[in-house]
């Protein structure tokens, strides 16, 4: 994952890279003032396999949910300031899958490779599939960036 700095941003910010058969989760927090990176956390986070191939009506959601879950356990070994409770948390996505990029933001399943088959995934938004996973959880985070290393522009 490479990171991009103006060095002039401040603030905790988010990654979830999923792309295998284990996602990452990032945490950074900025300095701002040309200060950079002042400290980070990564943790790798392995996918059971039947999340990956399910075909329960309701399958879409379980990959989404148990990442949601990994992230809200990870945010909260940051440990919840006033500050951070109230602002909402900024998450850059990595989603190595074939999709049709619809924003900066958003894109559309295309279909799954690398061992994953789930039922109705594709067609569908992965970033509003991941966005309606963090919020049943009462995660104060936004996607605001899909990366896809597989994306046809939009």
Same mark, same amino acid.
């Given at each position: 994952m490479v990171i991009l700095l103006l060095r002039s941003e401040k603030g905790t910010y988010y990654a979830l890279d999923l792309g295998s058969t284990y996602f990452k989760v990032l945490r950074v927090q900025l300095g701002g003032d040309r200060s950079g990176i002042l400290g980070y956390d990564v943790e790798r986070q392995p996918i059971p396999q039947h999340l990956m191939t399910s075909t329960s009506e309701l399958a879409k959601f379980d990959l989404f949910d148990f990442i949601a879950s990994s992230l809200q356990e990870f945010e909260q070994k940051e440990g919840v300031s006033e500050v951070s409770a109230v602002k909402k948390r900024e998450l850059g996505f990595t989603f190595s899958f074939p999709v049709k990029q619809t924003s900066v933001s958003s894109g559309i *399943? #295309?279909?799954?490779? /690398?061992?994953?088959? #789930?039922? @109705? =995934?594709?067609?569908? @938004?992965?970033? %509003?599939? *991941?966005? %309606?996973? =963090?919020?049943? /959880?009462? *995660?104060? =985070?936004?996607v605001i960036a899909l990366i896809s290393t597989l994306s046809v522009p939009f």
């Open positions: *399943l #295309i279909k799954w490779t /690398k061992g994953f088959a #789930i039922q @109705d =995934m594709v067609g569908r @938004d992965v970033s %509003e599939c *991941l966005q %309606e996973a =963090m919020s049943k /959880k009462g *995660l104060n =985070m936004r």
